[in-house]
Nanobody, 127 residues
């Protein structure tokens, strides 16, 4: 079972930037789908971005043009570059993944969720 460890969270002012990292204990190249989700206090977990092994990427409408998901398969690390942050981006950010791609596997899309999760990293944006 894969272990995921997020880092890079912190407190910044609105308009600032942060780069989140997610280190995986097993090779990311073999994982069909990786993603970032977030959860604000009192709200459910929502998808932010996904990336699959073919390089297909999906972003939530709320972050399009501001966030960029990427991965380094040499370092087995997933990244989320967040620019032009707003107070609405305040949340705990979670890295998620699935296993190797199986026959009949659901597409790597936010609406289908992930199977494994990290413990999260807190992002706090002040006005």
């Amino acid at each position: 079972q894969v272990q995921l460890v997020e880092s890079g969270g912190g407190s910044v002012q609105a308009g600032g930037s942060l780069r989140l990292s997610c280190a995986a204990s097993t090779p990311t190249a073999g994982r069909y789908c990786m993603a970032w989700f977030r959860q604000s206090p009192g709200k459910g977990r929502e998808g932010v971005a996904t990336i699959d092994t073919d390089g297909n990427i999906e972003y939530a409408d709320s972050v399009k043009g501001r966030f960029t998901i990427s991965q380094d398969n040499v370092k087995n690390t997933l990244f989320l570059q967040m620019n032009n942050l707003t107070t609405d981006d305040t949340a705990t950010y979670y890295c998620g993944t699935r296993g190797p791609r199986l026959v009949g596997e659901r597409p790597c899309q936010i609406k289908y969720g992930m199977h494994y999760w990290g413990t999260g990293t807190l992002v706090n944006i002040s006005s």
